[in-house]
T-cell receptor, first 107, second 115 residues
Framework: GIQVEQSPPDLILQEGANSTLRCNFS?????LQWFHQNPWGQLINLFY???GTKQNGRLSATTVATERYSLLYISSSQTTDSGVYFC?????????FGKGTRLHILP | DAGVTQSPTHLIKTRGQQVTLRCSPI?????VSWYQQVLGQGPQFIFQ???????GRGNFPDRFSARQFPNYSSELNVNALLLGDSALYLC??????????????FGSGTRLTVV
């Protein structure tokens, strides 16, 4: 089946820093989403981005479907950005999550 | 407008028992999918239902079953519970099958503990 790999697995940054999270997938997909999971377990939808580039405030994402990767950019990090970021892809009515990137933003 | 709602929020069961988890999708969404998330790992896909039909199934044993009702709400049943079934169970809804167009919106989950 399709494999989804996220990197880095862990990232520790000072408040105000910028970061780039990467998601690689092994085959073509129907769609791709980025989620932020807060400490209470809630998965918050950040971007639905099967291709192209989108921006929402300090966050932006780019998916290059032909090269099978997506990037999530976080600028001017805040402590509230801490948590786990997941990439999820859909293929043949199955949804596959990566293992996530755990982001720690230090004050 | 209400989001995806799941019930109960927490549940404690004994090994060997059966459990039913419930999910109500966002109004107008016709697809519901279920996931299991063990501590420290990413969510694992269990089932996807669209228009009351199973559209996708992950690698879970037959002890796991689900159904979708005419109002598009869904139930996940797990029989003969094992300690390893302890996890956060998440439900997501989407407009169409496969999350086409807008992707998935998740509920807050049901935290199941098997003792």
């Amino acid at each position: 089946g399709i494999q989804v790999e996220q990197s880095p697995p862990d990232l520790i940054l000072q408040e105000g820093a910028n970061s780039t999270l990467r998601c690689n997938f092994s085959d073509s997909v129907n769609n791709l989403q980025w989620f932020h999971q807060n400490p209470w377990g809630q998965l918050i939808n950040l971007f639905y981005i099967p291709s192209g580039t989108k921006q929402n405030g300090r966050l932006s994402a780019t998916t290059v479907a032909t090269e099978r990767y997506s990037l999530l950019y976080i600028s001017s990090s805040q402590t509230t950005d801490s948590g786990v970021y997941f990439c999820a892809v859909n293929r043949d009515d199955k949804i596959i999550f990566g293992k996530g990137t755990r982001l720690h933003i230090l004050p | 407008d209400a989001g995806v709602t799941q019930s109960p929020t927490h549940l404690i069961k004994t090994r060997g028992q059966q459990v039913t988890l419930r999910c109500s999708p966002i109004s107008g969404h016709k697809s519901v999918s279920w996931y299991q998330q063990v501590l420290g790992q990413g969510p694992q896909f269990i089932f996807q239902y669209y228009e009351k039909e199973e559209r996708g199934r992950g690698n879970f044993p037959d002890r796991f079953s689900a159904r979708q009702f005419p109002n598009y709400s869904s139930e996940l049943n797990v029989n003969a519970l094992l300690l390893g079934d302890s996890a956060l169970y998440l439900c997501a809804s989407s407009l169409g099958s496969g999350g086409a167009g807008y992707g998935y919106t998740f509920g807050s989950g049901t935290r199941l503990t098997v003792v």
